[in-house]
């Protein structure tokens, strides 16, 4: 079964406010994550990643928290944006060495102007 | 330096048809995965190849799917006798040649549309 999956579903948020989306995880061998932003009918393009050895990641706008202990993993947006809108998904390597990307179901993320 | 191409974008069969999808990683990129995406689901991994060898092909039905990557060309995802369950988005996806042949940073092609009437 799925060992990645979302809390929400969806979700709406006003631009220039901050958004949260969670992902939970249940295999705690993974050892790699990223989260993709997937526009309507684009592929999947990555937004960072975060090794298992680290709890916090920053980019351009985005910061990803990794909390191993309850196996769980957020995207923060801050200064959310019209163009931040589309669905994201958490991924996971399950351990060194796997090939094998394992994605959540997708949280999709509506901006509201 | 142009992104993973997939082609065609859309792909419409009848079922019993054979569907050929193709993809043309990063330039110098020599790992190409497979993904398959159902409406409003995540990426289900397919297959994993490098030039000439298929890796890992565990997430591929044994039957009906074959996948290559040949020295020359692009990689080839390929149904036959295609089912309407087969309707789906297949995306490609393509690493750089790391040693340790790890997978991080995949990146996305725009993916083939295959509908099966």
């Known amino acids: 079964g799925e060992s990645v999956g979302l809390h929400l579903p969806t979700l709406s948020v006003q631009e220039g406010d901050n958004s949260i989306i969670n992902c939970a995880y249940s295999?705690?061998?993974?050892?790699?994550f990223i989260w993709y932003k997937q526009e309507s009918g684009k592929g999947p393009q990555f937004i960072i990643d975060?090794?298992?050895?680290?709890d916090k990641r920053q980019g351009q706008r985005v910061t990803v928290l990794l909390n191993k202990t309850v196996k769980h993993l957020s995207l923060q947006i801050a200064a959310t944006q019209p163009g931040d809108s589309a669905v994201y998904f958490c991924a996971e390597r399950q351990g060194a060495g796997s090939y094998q990307l394992t994605f959540g179901k997708g949280t999709k993320l509506s901006v509201i102007p | 330096n142009a992104g993973v191409m997939q082609n065609p974008r859309h792909l419409v069969r009848r079922r019993g048809q054979e569907a050929r999808l193709r993809c043309s990683p990063m330039?110098?990129?020599?790992?190409v995965y497979w993904y398959r995406q159902l409406p409003e689901e995540g990426l289900k991994f397919m297959v994993y190849l490098q030039k000439e060898n298929i890796i890992d092909e565990s997430g591929m039905p044994k039957e009906r799917f074959s996948a290559e990557f040949p020295k020359e060309g692009p990689s080839i995802l390929r149904i036959q006798q295609v089912v309407r369950g087969d309707s789906a988005a297949y995306f490609c996806?393509?690493?750089?040649?790391?040693?340790?042949?790890?997978?991080?940073?995949?990146?996305f092609g725009s993916g083939t549309q295959l509908s099966v009437l």
């Open positions: 330039k110098g990129h020599s790992h």
């Open positions: 295999n705690s061998a993974s050892d790699y």
């Open positions: 975060i090794r298992s050895n680290m």
């Open positions: 996806a393509s690493s750089p040649s790391v040693a340790g042949g790890t997978n991080e940073k995949l990146f």
